[in-house]
């Protein structure tokens, strides 16, 4: 049974965390088609070596043509048009790219496997916990859903009561309209018959008004039920969901689904919407017959006003954005837009009635009524190209909601007229924007204008701008809930350091497996707080002090440098990062503390603290005279391991001293792992598998082929010992490839030493 196959026998709730995986990057229909074939495939291997990522990319695209050709043998026109669509976007997208395809597909599947074992871990609970849950209090959401349910009984009994009603009017009518008739013949009944027919309708008529005052009070208590669901329902859970949504877009954990919220706008929807009709009936019976006092004349306005009210209200707080603006490029920054880049978003209507279906017809405008376009000096405003309105639909969407996704909207910037300034107070990355949708329900006595925004966004000209303007997006969305707060930078607040601790583990846990530990944000809070307050929680940190003053004595702030480290991480070092080998973050004082016990030739892996683009050194220790000594390496840029791999760095190092033999000093991972068990399987080749030096083949080309090492040279007056040698840049010895001799080496490699 494939894992695909799995899912789909899940909960709704888990499958819209599943539709919440796949976008038009890497479209769900694929996985559909090709369940099998993906499942069996080493993704996590393909997203780490890119001759296997581009030969398993091929494969996609073959199978991906034997899909097409089936799809040809059934006639099916429109299925071979998306498959034909779908391939032509991966080429469009990964052609060049493979391994980000491979890192997609592996990511979506080991998300896949989350949600089943949340599941499974779910249903145990439940099967386990069922005496428990039924003689405590119910939970939370089941207390919403059993409200949900008695308003929908209510409405099935007001129901009933109303069919009721009507056939005792009906009975009442044909009574009094007999009794009419016979009044009229001659010696139809006698006076004691007819005052008995008096009596009995007279009967009839207080129990035809004591049932419509039934009826009455009924719909009265059913409306007071759904005022207090429907506040329930819109002031804590879809606040509670919008705030997950805020906390899943920078990084957090993902968003619950919404298909569950949608069952419960819904019910409550079709139950105002059947009240309406009930109220009509009431009108209908009340016009057929009345008298004073009519309690359906008497209450009849009010149920109308309220029930319309409520209804207005529901819909229009069921107006939501389901997936925030975002660049399909940067699919892990939303709410950052480049201009003339397009951005996809989508709109979801959790009132999923029929009769909406293909009727609301939505808008997006950019920046309407933002004040700040007049109140902030140099204020940019933009317009949206592509097509700007999108029809509802049920069919667009996997999961059949009530919706409509814009995919191709770009912005362009309104060029001033007269001489432009940016002297504002504001920096463009801290310059907050909105795109806000309109619509309007139309019904027979009903017309509601429907209008959401989404979470402000900022907007660059230029990509260098992506890692101020996610910062400010990580600053919003972690201390403010008011999307319309778009002066928010004019005065931001200060973080403390407990959330922004948090926000800086998702910035890791999101593109990778792992987040920080204590360790790590313990230094990284030392560095935003100072050392004596690193470790407070309570800790205050100016929104300058994380993305605009200098760090320290560096020349670039605190948010730049681990923009730079995140980096390095996802294009170089993704693997060891994963499988814990890299410290990372530890003060130097911090290091030599825990190498000093350690054996000789016992290394950690650090990153950098000077440079701004990210970089990794690694740090070792040695034994001279009986005190330890700690030696680190010229950190590497992505520059340097572009050429080579951390892993193979770390494997050919080389520490070297005149004619002395070049050794690696490199032995145990911290705290004492073998190296070559931490990082041998990461090494492009194998250790003892030289290739031959076969110069007179068919296929020589007369070189020897070279292989790029790190070797770090000292003069021999500085050694006390063999094992004591000082480290040199990596950079410095590119060349020290073609080594051949001691008399070759001194002519490439400048002496490098670093203590």
Known sequence: MTQWYQLQQLDSKYLEQVHQLYDDSFPMEIRQYLAQWLENQDWEHAANNVSFATLLFHELLSQLDDQFSRFLIENNFLLQHNIRKSKRNLQDNFQEDPIHMAMIIHNCLKEERKILNCARASNEMEIGSVQNTAAGMPDKQKELDAKVRAVKSSVTDVEQDIKTLEDMQDEYDFKCKTLQNREHESNSMSQEEYKKEQLNLQHMFLSLDCKRKEVVNKIVQLLQITEHTQAA?????????????????????????????????????????QVRQQLKKLEELEQKFTYDPDPITKNKQVLQDRTHKLFQQLIQSSFVVERQPCMPTHPQRPLVLKTGVQFTVKLRLLVKLQELNYNLKVKVLFDKDVTEKNSVKGFRKFNILGTNTKV????????????????????????????????????????????????????????????????????????????????????????????????????????????????????????????????????????????????????????????????????????????????????????????????????????????????????????????????????????????????????????????????????????????????????????????????????????????????????????????????????????????????????????????????????????????
């Open 233 to 273: 329902l819109i002031n804590d859970e879809l606040v509670e969901w919008k705030h997950r949504q805020q906390t899943a877009c920078i990084g957090g954990p993902p968003n619950a689904c919404l298909d569950r919220l949608q069952n419960w706008f819904t019910i409550v929807a079709e139950s105002l919407q």
């Open 392 to 755: 509802m639909n049920m069919e667009e969407s996997t999961n059949g909601s009530l919706a409509a996704e814009f995919r191709h909207l770009q912005l362009k910037e309104q060029k001033n007229t007269g001489s432009r300034t940016n002297e504002g107070p504001l920096i463009v990355t801290e310059e907050l924007h909105s795109l806000s949708f309109e619509t309007q329900l139309c019904q027979p006595g009903l017309v509601i204008d429907l209008e959401t925004t989404s979470l402000p966004i900022v907007v660059i000209s230029n990509v260098s701008q992506l890692p101020s303007g996610w910062a400010s997006i990580l600053w919003f969305n972690m201390l403010s809930t008011d999307p319309k707060n778009l002066s928010f930078f004019l005065n931001p607040p200060c973080a403390k350091w407990s959330k922004l601790s948090d926000v800086l583990s998702w910035q890791f846990s999101s593109v990778t497996k792992r987040g920080l530990n204590a360790d790590q944000l313990s230094m990284l809070g030392e560095k935003l707080l100072g050392p004596t307050n690193g470790g407070s929680q309570d800790g205050l940190i100016p929104w300058t002090r994380f993305c605009k003053e200098n760090l320290n004595d560096k020349n670039f702030p605190f948010w730049l440098w681990i923009e730079g480290i995140l980096e390095l991480i996802k294009k170089h070092l993704l693997c060891l990062w994963n499988d814990g080998c890299i410290m990372g973050f530890i003060s130097k004082e911090r290091e030599r503390a825990l190498l000093k016990d350690q054996s000789p030739g016992t290394f950690l892996l650090r990153f950098s603290e000077s440079s701004k683009e990210g970089a990794i050194t690694f740090t070792w220790v040695e034994e001279s005279q009986n005190e330890p000594q700690f030696h680190s390496v010229e950190p590497y840029t992505k520059k340097e391991l572009s050429a080579v791999t951390f892993p193979d760095i770390i494997r050919n190092y080389k520490v070297m001293a005149a004619e002395n033999i070049p050794e690696n000093p490199l032995r145990f991972l911290y705290p004492n792992i073998p190296k070559d068990n931490a990082f041998g399987k990461y090494y492009s080749r194998p250790k003892e598998a030289p290739e031959p030096m076969d110069l007179d083949g068919p296929k020589g080309n007369g070189y020897i082929k070279t292989e790029l090492i790190s070797v770090s040279e000292v003069h021999p007056s500085r050694l006390q010992s063999p094992e004591n040698l000082l480290p040199m840049s990596p950079e410095e010895f590119d060349e020290v490839s073609r080594m051949v001799g001691p008399a070759e080496i001194d002519t490439v490699m400048c002496t490098h030493i670093q203590l």
